[in-house]
């Protein structure tokens, strides 16, 4: 068995780190078996490397050596493409076609990105995984193939499996062996090593001096995130190449080349949101039925207060927030006595000594209709806006499009 410096310098893997020695030292074990080996690890950590380890030093490194990226083959022909197909089995196949499993047949398949793969492939796949049987697309031939299966993926396979994009059983024989590659963030002592290889293959490929970093560009470098790790890594390195006139680097001249925190992504996305952003018309119900609610209980306890002390002007005084806030006018006018309906049992039970009154009290003028309180919040937001709907549509928490398909709808 070689050593892991010899398989190191062999695939020009640069670095010393713990967990990464760990994970090489992993598969050169498992290399000489015919194990299914899933690799994991974030995107642009190297997951390629571990694959043709393991092929080249298994008993079938003679044989065919086939990478597969499972995310960049359309969902339509990505059997036909693993497995083959028979001539005529659909429109276009004008031949028979060996697929990768027939051509492999005897080496090594490297399926990259497995997470991709559409469930009645992962159904396929696992045929071959179990008994190493496999059909061609329109053919009812069974075809046997002896191959070695080793994935990668940088989803996390639990969380995909949980939500139904994978199938357990499936990952489970994949991932005989996981070998998972840590990012690069967490390889700090790797970082400057890897950009010195860089530099000088760069270097050598445009012929032009190497570039070098400062004692404090190297700090720098090493304390920054690299969310796209070794392959993010690299541009940099040959942007600054190509781009500087001196080559010495130093700190402040480095940062120009590495994106700030807030901008990895390809968009700034703000995730604050107002007390009123509904996002959608359920929403906006939701908030006209908690009103509702509210406004009920108000009245409510007004009621309460109304018949307990039957002095409405005493009422009046004393919950003059509360009458405000439920019919929003100034002056404030309480329902006159003609429109309130009081209805009084007495109730007496066994013992005639104790009597009890029930009061109820109905509100005629009140409208419950989920449309009549949504027609209400559009008029008032309106007036409220001085009828500028961009404004109103905004506060409302809906599309401009929606509220003007509302105006039209109600005849606003």
């Known amino acids: 068995m070689e050593s892991l410096q010899v398989i190191k310098q062999r695939f020009e893997i640069i670095g010393n780190d713990t967990h990464l020695n760990r994970s090489l030292e992993?598969?050169?074990?498992?290399?000489?078996?015919?194990?299914?080996?899933?690799?994991?690890?974030?995107?642009?950590?190297?997951?390629?490397?571990?694959?043709?380890?393991?092929?080249?030093?298994?008993?079938?490194?003679?044989?065919?050596?086939?990478?597969?990226?499972?995310?960049?083959?359309?969902?339509?022909?990505?059997?036909?493409?693993?497995?083959?197909?028979?001539?005529?089995?659909?429109?276009?196949?004008?031949?028979?076609?060996?697929?990768?499993?027939?051509?492999?047949?005897?080496?090594?398949?490297?399926?990259?990105?497995?997470?991709e793969l559409p469930l009645t492939t992962q159904v396929r796949l696992l045929r071959v995984l179990e008994n190493g049987e496999f059909i061609k697309v329109g053919s009812s031939q069974v075809q046997k193939t002896n191959v070695r299966i080793v994935a990668a993926t940088n989803l996390s396979m639990h969380t995909a499996i949980s939500k139904g994009k994978f199938r357990e059983d499936l990952y489970y024989r994949l991932a005989t062996i996981e070998i998972h590659l840590p990012p690069l963030r967490e390889r700090a002592s790797d970082i400057h090593l890897l950009f010195r290889k860089f530099a000088a293959d760069f270097a050598q490929k445009y012929k032009m001096p190497t570039i070098r970093l400062s004692d404090s560009a190297i700090k720098v470098l090493e304390?920054?995130?690299?969310?796209?790790?070794?392959?993010q890594l690299k541009n940099i390195a040959e942007q600054i190449s190509v781009v500087e006139e001196t080559r010495d680097i130093s700190a402040e001249k480095l940062l120009q080349y590495l994106?700030?925190?807030?901008?990895?992504?390809?968009?700034?996305?703000?995730?604050k949101k107002s007390n009123s952003d509904f996002g959608s018309e359920r929403e906006i119900m939701y908030k006209v039925l908690f009103d509702m609610r509210n406004d009920i209980n108000d009245l409510k306890k007004l009621t309460l207060d109304l018949m307990e002390s039957g002095d409405s002007h005493k009422v009046k005084e004393e919950n003059k927030n509360l009458i405000k806030k439920i019919y929003k006018e100034d002056p404030i006018n309480l329902p006159s006595e003609n429109q309130v309906e009081v209805v009084r049992i007495n109730e007496k039970y066994n013992d005639t000594s104790d009597e009890y009154e029930f009061t109820e009290t109905i509100d005629d003028d009140e409208s419950l209709s989920i449309q009549d309180k949504e027609i209400e919040l559009i008029k008032k937001s309106l007036e409220r806006n001085h009828g500028k709907r961009k404004m109103a549509a905004k506060e409302l928490g809906i599309s401009e499009r929606t509220l003007y398909r509302k105006i039209k709808q109600y005849d606003l």
């Open 26 to 115: 992993k598969a050169i074990r498992v290399a000489p078996t015919d194990i299914s080996v899933l690799v994991t690890g974030e995107s642009g950590v190297g997951k390629e490397s571990i694959p043709k380890i393991i092929h080249h030093l298994s008993h079938r490194k003679h044989g065919k050596y086939i990478a597969v990226n499972c995310g960049a083959i359309p969902e339509g022909t990505i059997d036909s493409e693993l497995f083959g197909h028979e001539k005529g089995s659909f429109t276009g196949a004008t031949a028979t076609r060996l697929g990768y499993f027939e051509v492999a047949d005897g080496g090594t398949i490297f399926l990259d990105e497995v997470g």
């Open 223 to 231: 304390n920054y995130g690299f969310p796209g790790n070794i392959r």
């Open 259 to 271: 994106p700030s925190k807030g901008t990895n992504l390809p968009s700034v996305i703000d995730t």
